[in-house]
């Protein structure tokens, strides 16, 4: 199977409000994907389509290669919902070995799973305990442990870390990382950018319902990486007049030429002028250069670009 998770041209609206605008994505298997966006995106909705929570207005969805209202399609997807619940006045493990169970566990095997995600999680003294007892943060980590119970081929997480201390997050960090390392799919839903440039192999940015743009993180920052570049001397050589050497030389040159952090070193934009023609300016310098490198632009730039772009957008036509 090639793809965990696909979505062609799916819509949904409420009432008045179009939620969803023909979203296409695709999560393919042992990937971790993010759906990322401001709040309101559409993320949540897109998310409870494919777990068949809300029903979709039209278009087509495949969890696992099934359609979600397919019977059984489901049972190897672990779902965390941005809205926390449980079922308060039941005791800790019993919940575990209830959802364990749901999922086509055995109660012996829930049990024994979730005694360890309990120890794991430091909740071990908590295990009789019933759900209402616990403070919000402790009842985030028992629905968390309930998601990845029974070991899900595909992992679904909408906004997993809010609410989570930093220990914690680190476990649902290597928790992510194991699932994809064992063949599974994550797909993780958020608006922090740089949890997802650091979890995701590859992302898709929604906006008002509809997709700005989709790819590999490293395709989506190859597009967006411009003409930035950082300069950098050699510090061992450099004095203040080499530094006046490089700013007398560029001037004109390029559209920006400022210090960026750390000693001998500039960031510019080339403005359409060939590279090779900055380094052979500066090759006639009396300079030592020691690096000259195209910068990439992050997640979050990326992010604040296009979601700034589709809002501009979005006021234009509104004012039409």
């Not at 909705?45 to 489901?74: K, Y």
């Not at 005791?91 to 086509?104: A, N, T, Y």
């Not at 000259?292 to 036509?317: C, Y």
């Amino acid at each position: 199977m090639s793809d965990a998770l696909r979505l062609v041209d799916v819509w949904k609206r409420y009432a008045a409000h179009l939620a969803v605008r023909g979203l296409t994505l695709t999560a393919p298997s042992g990937c971790i994907y993010g759906i990322l966006g401001p709040n309101g995106a559409g993320k949540s909705t897109t998310l409870r389509m494919v777990m068949n929570i809300i029903a979709r207005d039209s278009g087509a969805i495949e969890v696992l290669g099934r359609a979600p209202d397919a019977r059984g399609a489901l049972r190897s997807v672990g779902y965390l919902p941005e809205e926390r619940g449980l079922y308060r006045r039941m005791r800790v493990i019993d919940l575990l070995v209830f959802f364990g169970r749901l999922k086509g566990m055995s109660a012996a095997a829930a049990r024994r799973d979730g005694a360890v995600w309990l120890e794991r999680l430091g909740l071990a003294d908590w295990r009789g305990a019933r759900l209402e007892t616990l403070s919000k943060g402790m009842q985030q980590k028992v629905q968390f442990i309930t998601t990845v119970l029974h070991h899900p081929e595909l992992l679904i997480l909408d906004e997993p870390y809010a609410g989570l201390d930093p220990v914690n997050q680190e476990v649902l960090r290597e928790t992510i990382l194991r699932t994809r390392a064992e063949g599974g799919t994550v797909v993780l839903s958020t608006h922090n950018m740089n949890q997802a440039e650091a979890l995701c192999d590859a992302v898709c940015i929604i906006a008002g319902g509809s997709k700005l743009l989709d790819g590999s993180v490293r395709e989506v920052k190859r597009r967006h990486r411009g003409e930035r570049y950082r300069l950098q001397l050699d510090a061992a050589t450099s004095t203040p007049e080499s530094a006046k050497a490089i700013e007398d030389g560029l001037q004109g040159m390029v559209a920006r030429l400022e210090r960026s952090a750390g000693d001998m070193c500039w960031d510019l934009d080339l403005n359409g002028r060939p590279a090779r023609a900055v380094l052979e300016t500066i090759a006639g310098l009396p300079v030592q250069l020691e690096r000259f490198e195209r910068l990439q632009p992050s997640l979050h730039e990326i992010f604040i670009q296009e979601v700034g772009v589709a809002a501009r957008h979005a006021a234009k036509v509104a004012d039409a």
